[in-house]
């Protein structure tokens, strides 16, 4: 091996193209492969999210209905079922708070966290949460634990 027969590895350079609107000596200079007049041979164009071409996009064509409420809190679901899975793979014993939730992967760091009533709850757990339902409530009270609101 020597220096003038080194070479790159195999497909790892990408071949540059065709230098285009470059002067008529090139042959790509002039229109630049971008044709006559129109929104896509002139500079600064970029097509809009959804446009059709000047033709109705579909989503202002498709009716509207409904009604959706900005001041809407959306809430992460946790089941007691999903506690009781923990307790029983000894990853929390005792309590679970809002950051125990986010280190298990259960929530994200900004959300709020609801305790839902699916499944059963054996074990004595302390479980800190933004919300709880009422069965979930008094699943875990029934089965010796405490329920803390944040």
């Given amino acids: 091996m020597e220096l003038n027969n080194l070479k790159p590895a195999e497909g790892s350079v990408k071949r540059q193209g065709k230098r ?3 002067g008529q000596g090139s042959g790509k200079g002039g229109t630049a492969k971008r044709g006559h007049n129109g ?5 600064g ?3 809009k999210l959804g446009f059709e071409g000047g033709q109705m996009p579909l989503q202002r064509r498709v009716p509207k ?5 900005i001041n809407r809190i959306e809430h992460q679901g946790i089941n007691l079922d999903t506690l009781q899975q923990l307790v029983d793979d000894k990853k929390i014993k005792g309590a679970i708070d809002f950051d125990t939730m986010v280190t298990l992967g259960l929530a994200r760091k900004h959300e709020l966290v609801k305790i839902l009533g699916r499944g059963e709850l ?12 009422g069965t979930a409530h008094k699943a875990i009270e029934a089965a010796g634990g405490e329920v803390v609101t944040l």
């Fill in 20 to 22: 285009v609107g470059r």
């Fill in 65 to 69: 209905f409904g009604f959706t409420n």
């Fill in 45 to 47: 164009y970029s097509k």
């Fill in 39 to 43: 929104a896509k041979s002139r500079s």
């Fill in 122 to 133: 054996k074990a004595k757990l302390k479980v800190t949460a933004h919300k709880f339902t």
